[in-house]
């Protein structure tokens, strides 16, 4: 089923990392811990393109590794993964994306791929349009002079 070889490697913070074959299976390499604290010491040791991150982690919530993780390393995409769409208000701040687990591991995989291809993709092009400043100029007068 290894529809991409993506040689990126997923930091994949979750209590039972066996339910994320899925992206193993689709080229993905993975670096598991099972608490946000192992998590967060992993992060550190190890060079990793993005972050699959469980909300419900127990002691130290999702929402607080991810902050965490951004004070660190502010560019790395993080995709959370929960039980239900209903979270604390601010529980999605250092969030890139929100999976469901009842979307599905395919859904997982489509955006994880979106955060690590997609995403980087539209934000260089909003840089480059953003450096050449557009002007609006009036038409040229017979005098060359614009309006």
Known sequence: MNEMATNSTLLCIHRNPAQLSLLRENGYELVTASSGAEGLQLLMTRTVDAI???YNLGLLDGA?????IKKAKPQLPIVMLADHLELPDGALKSVDALVTKADGA???????HFVLTVKPTLRKQATLRARVPVRHRG???PDGTRS
């Open 52 to 54: 699959v991150l469980e």
């Open 64 to 68: 607080v590794v991810a902050t965490e």
């Open 106 to 112: 395919h859904f997982l995989w489509a955006t994880v």
């Open 139 to 141: 038409p040229e007068r």
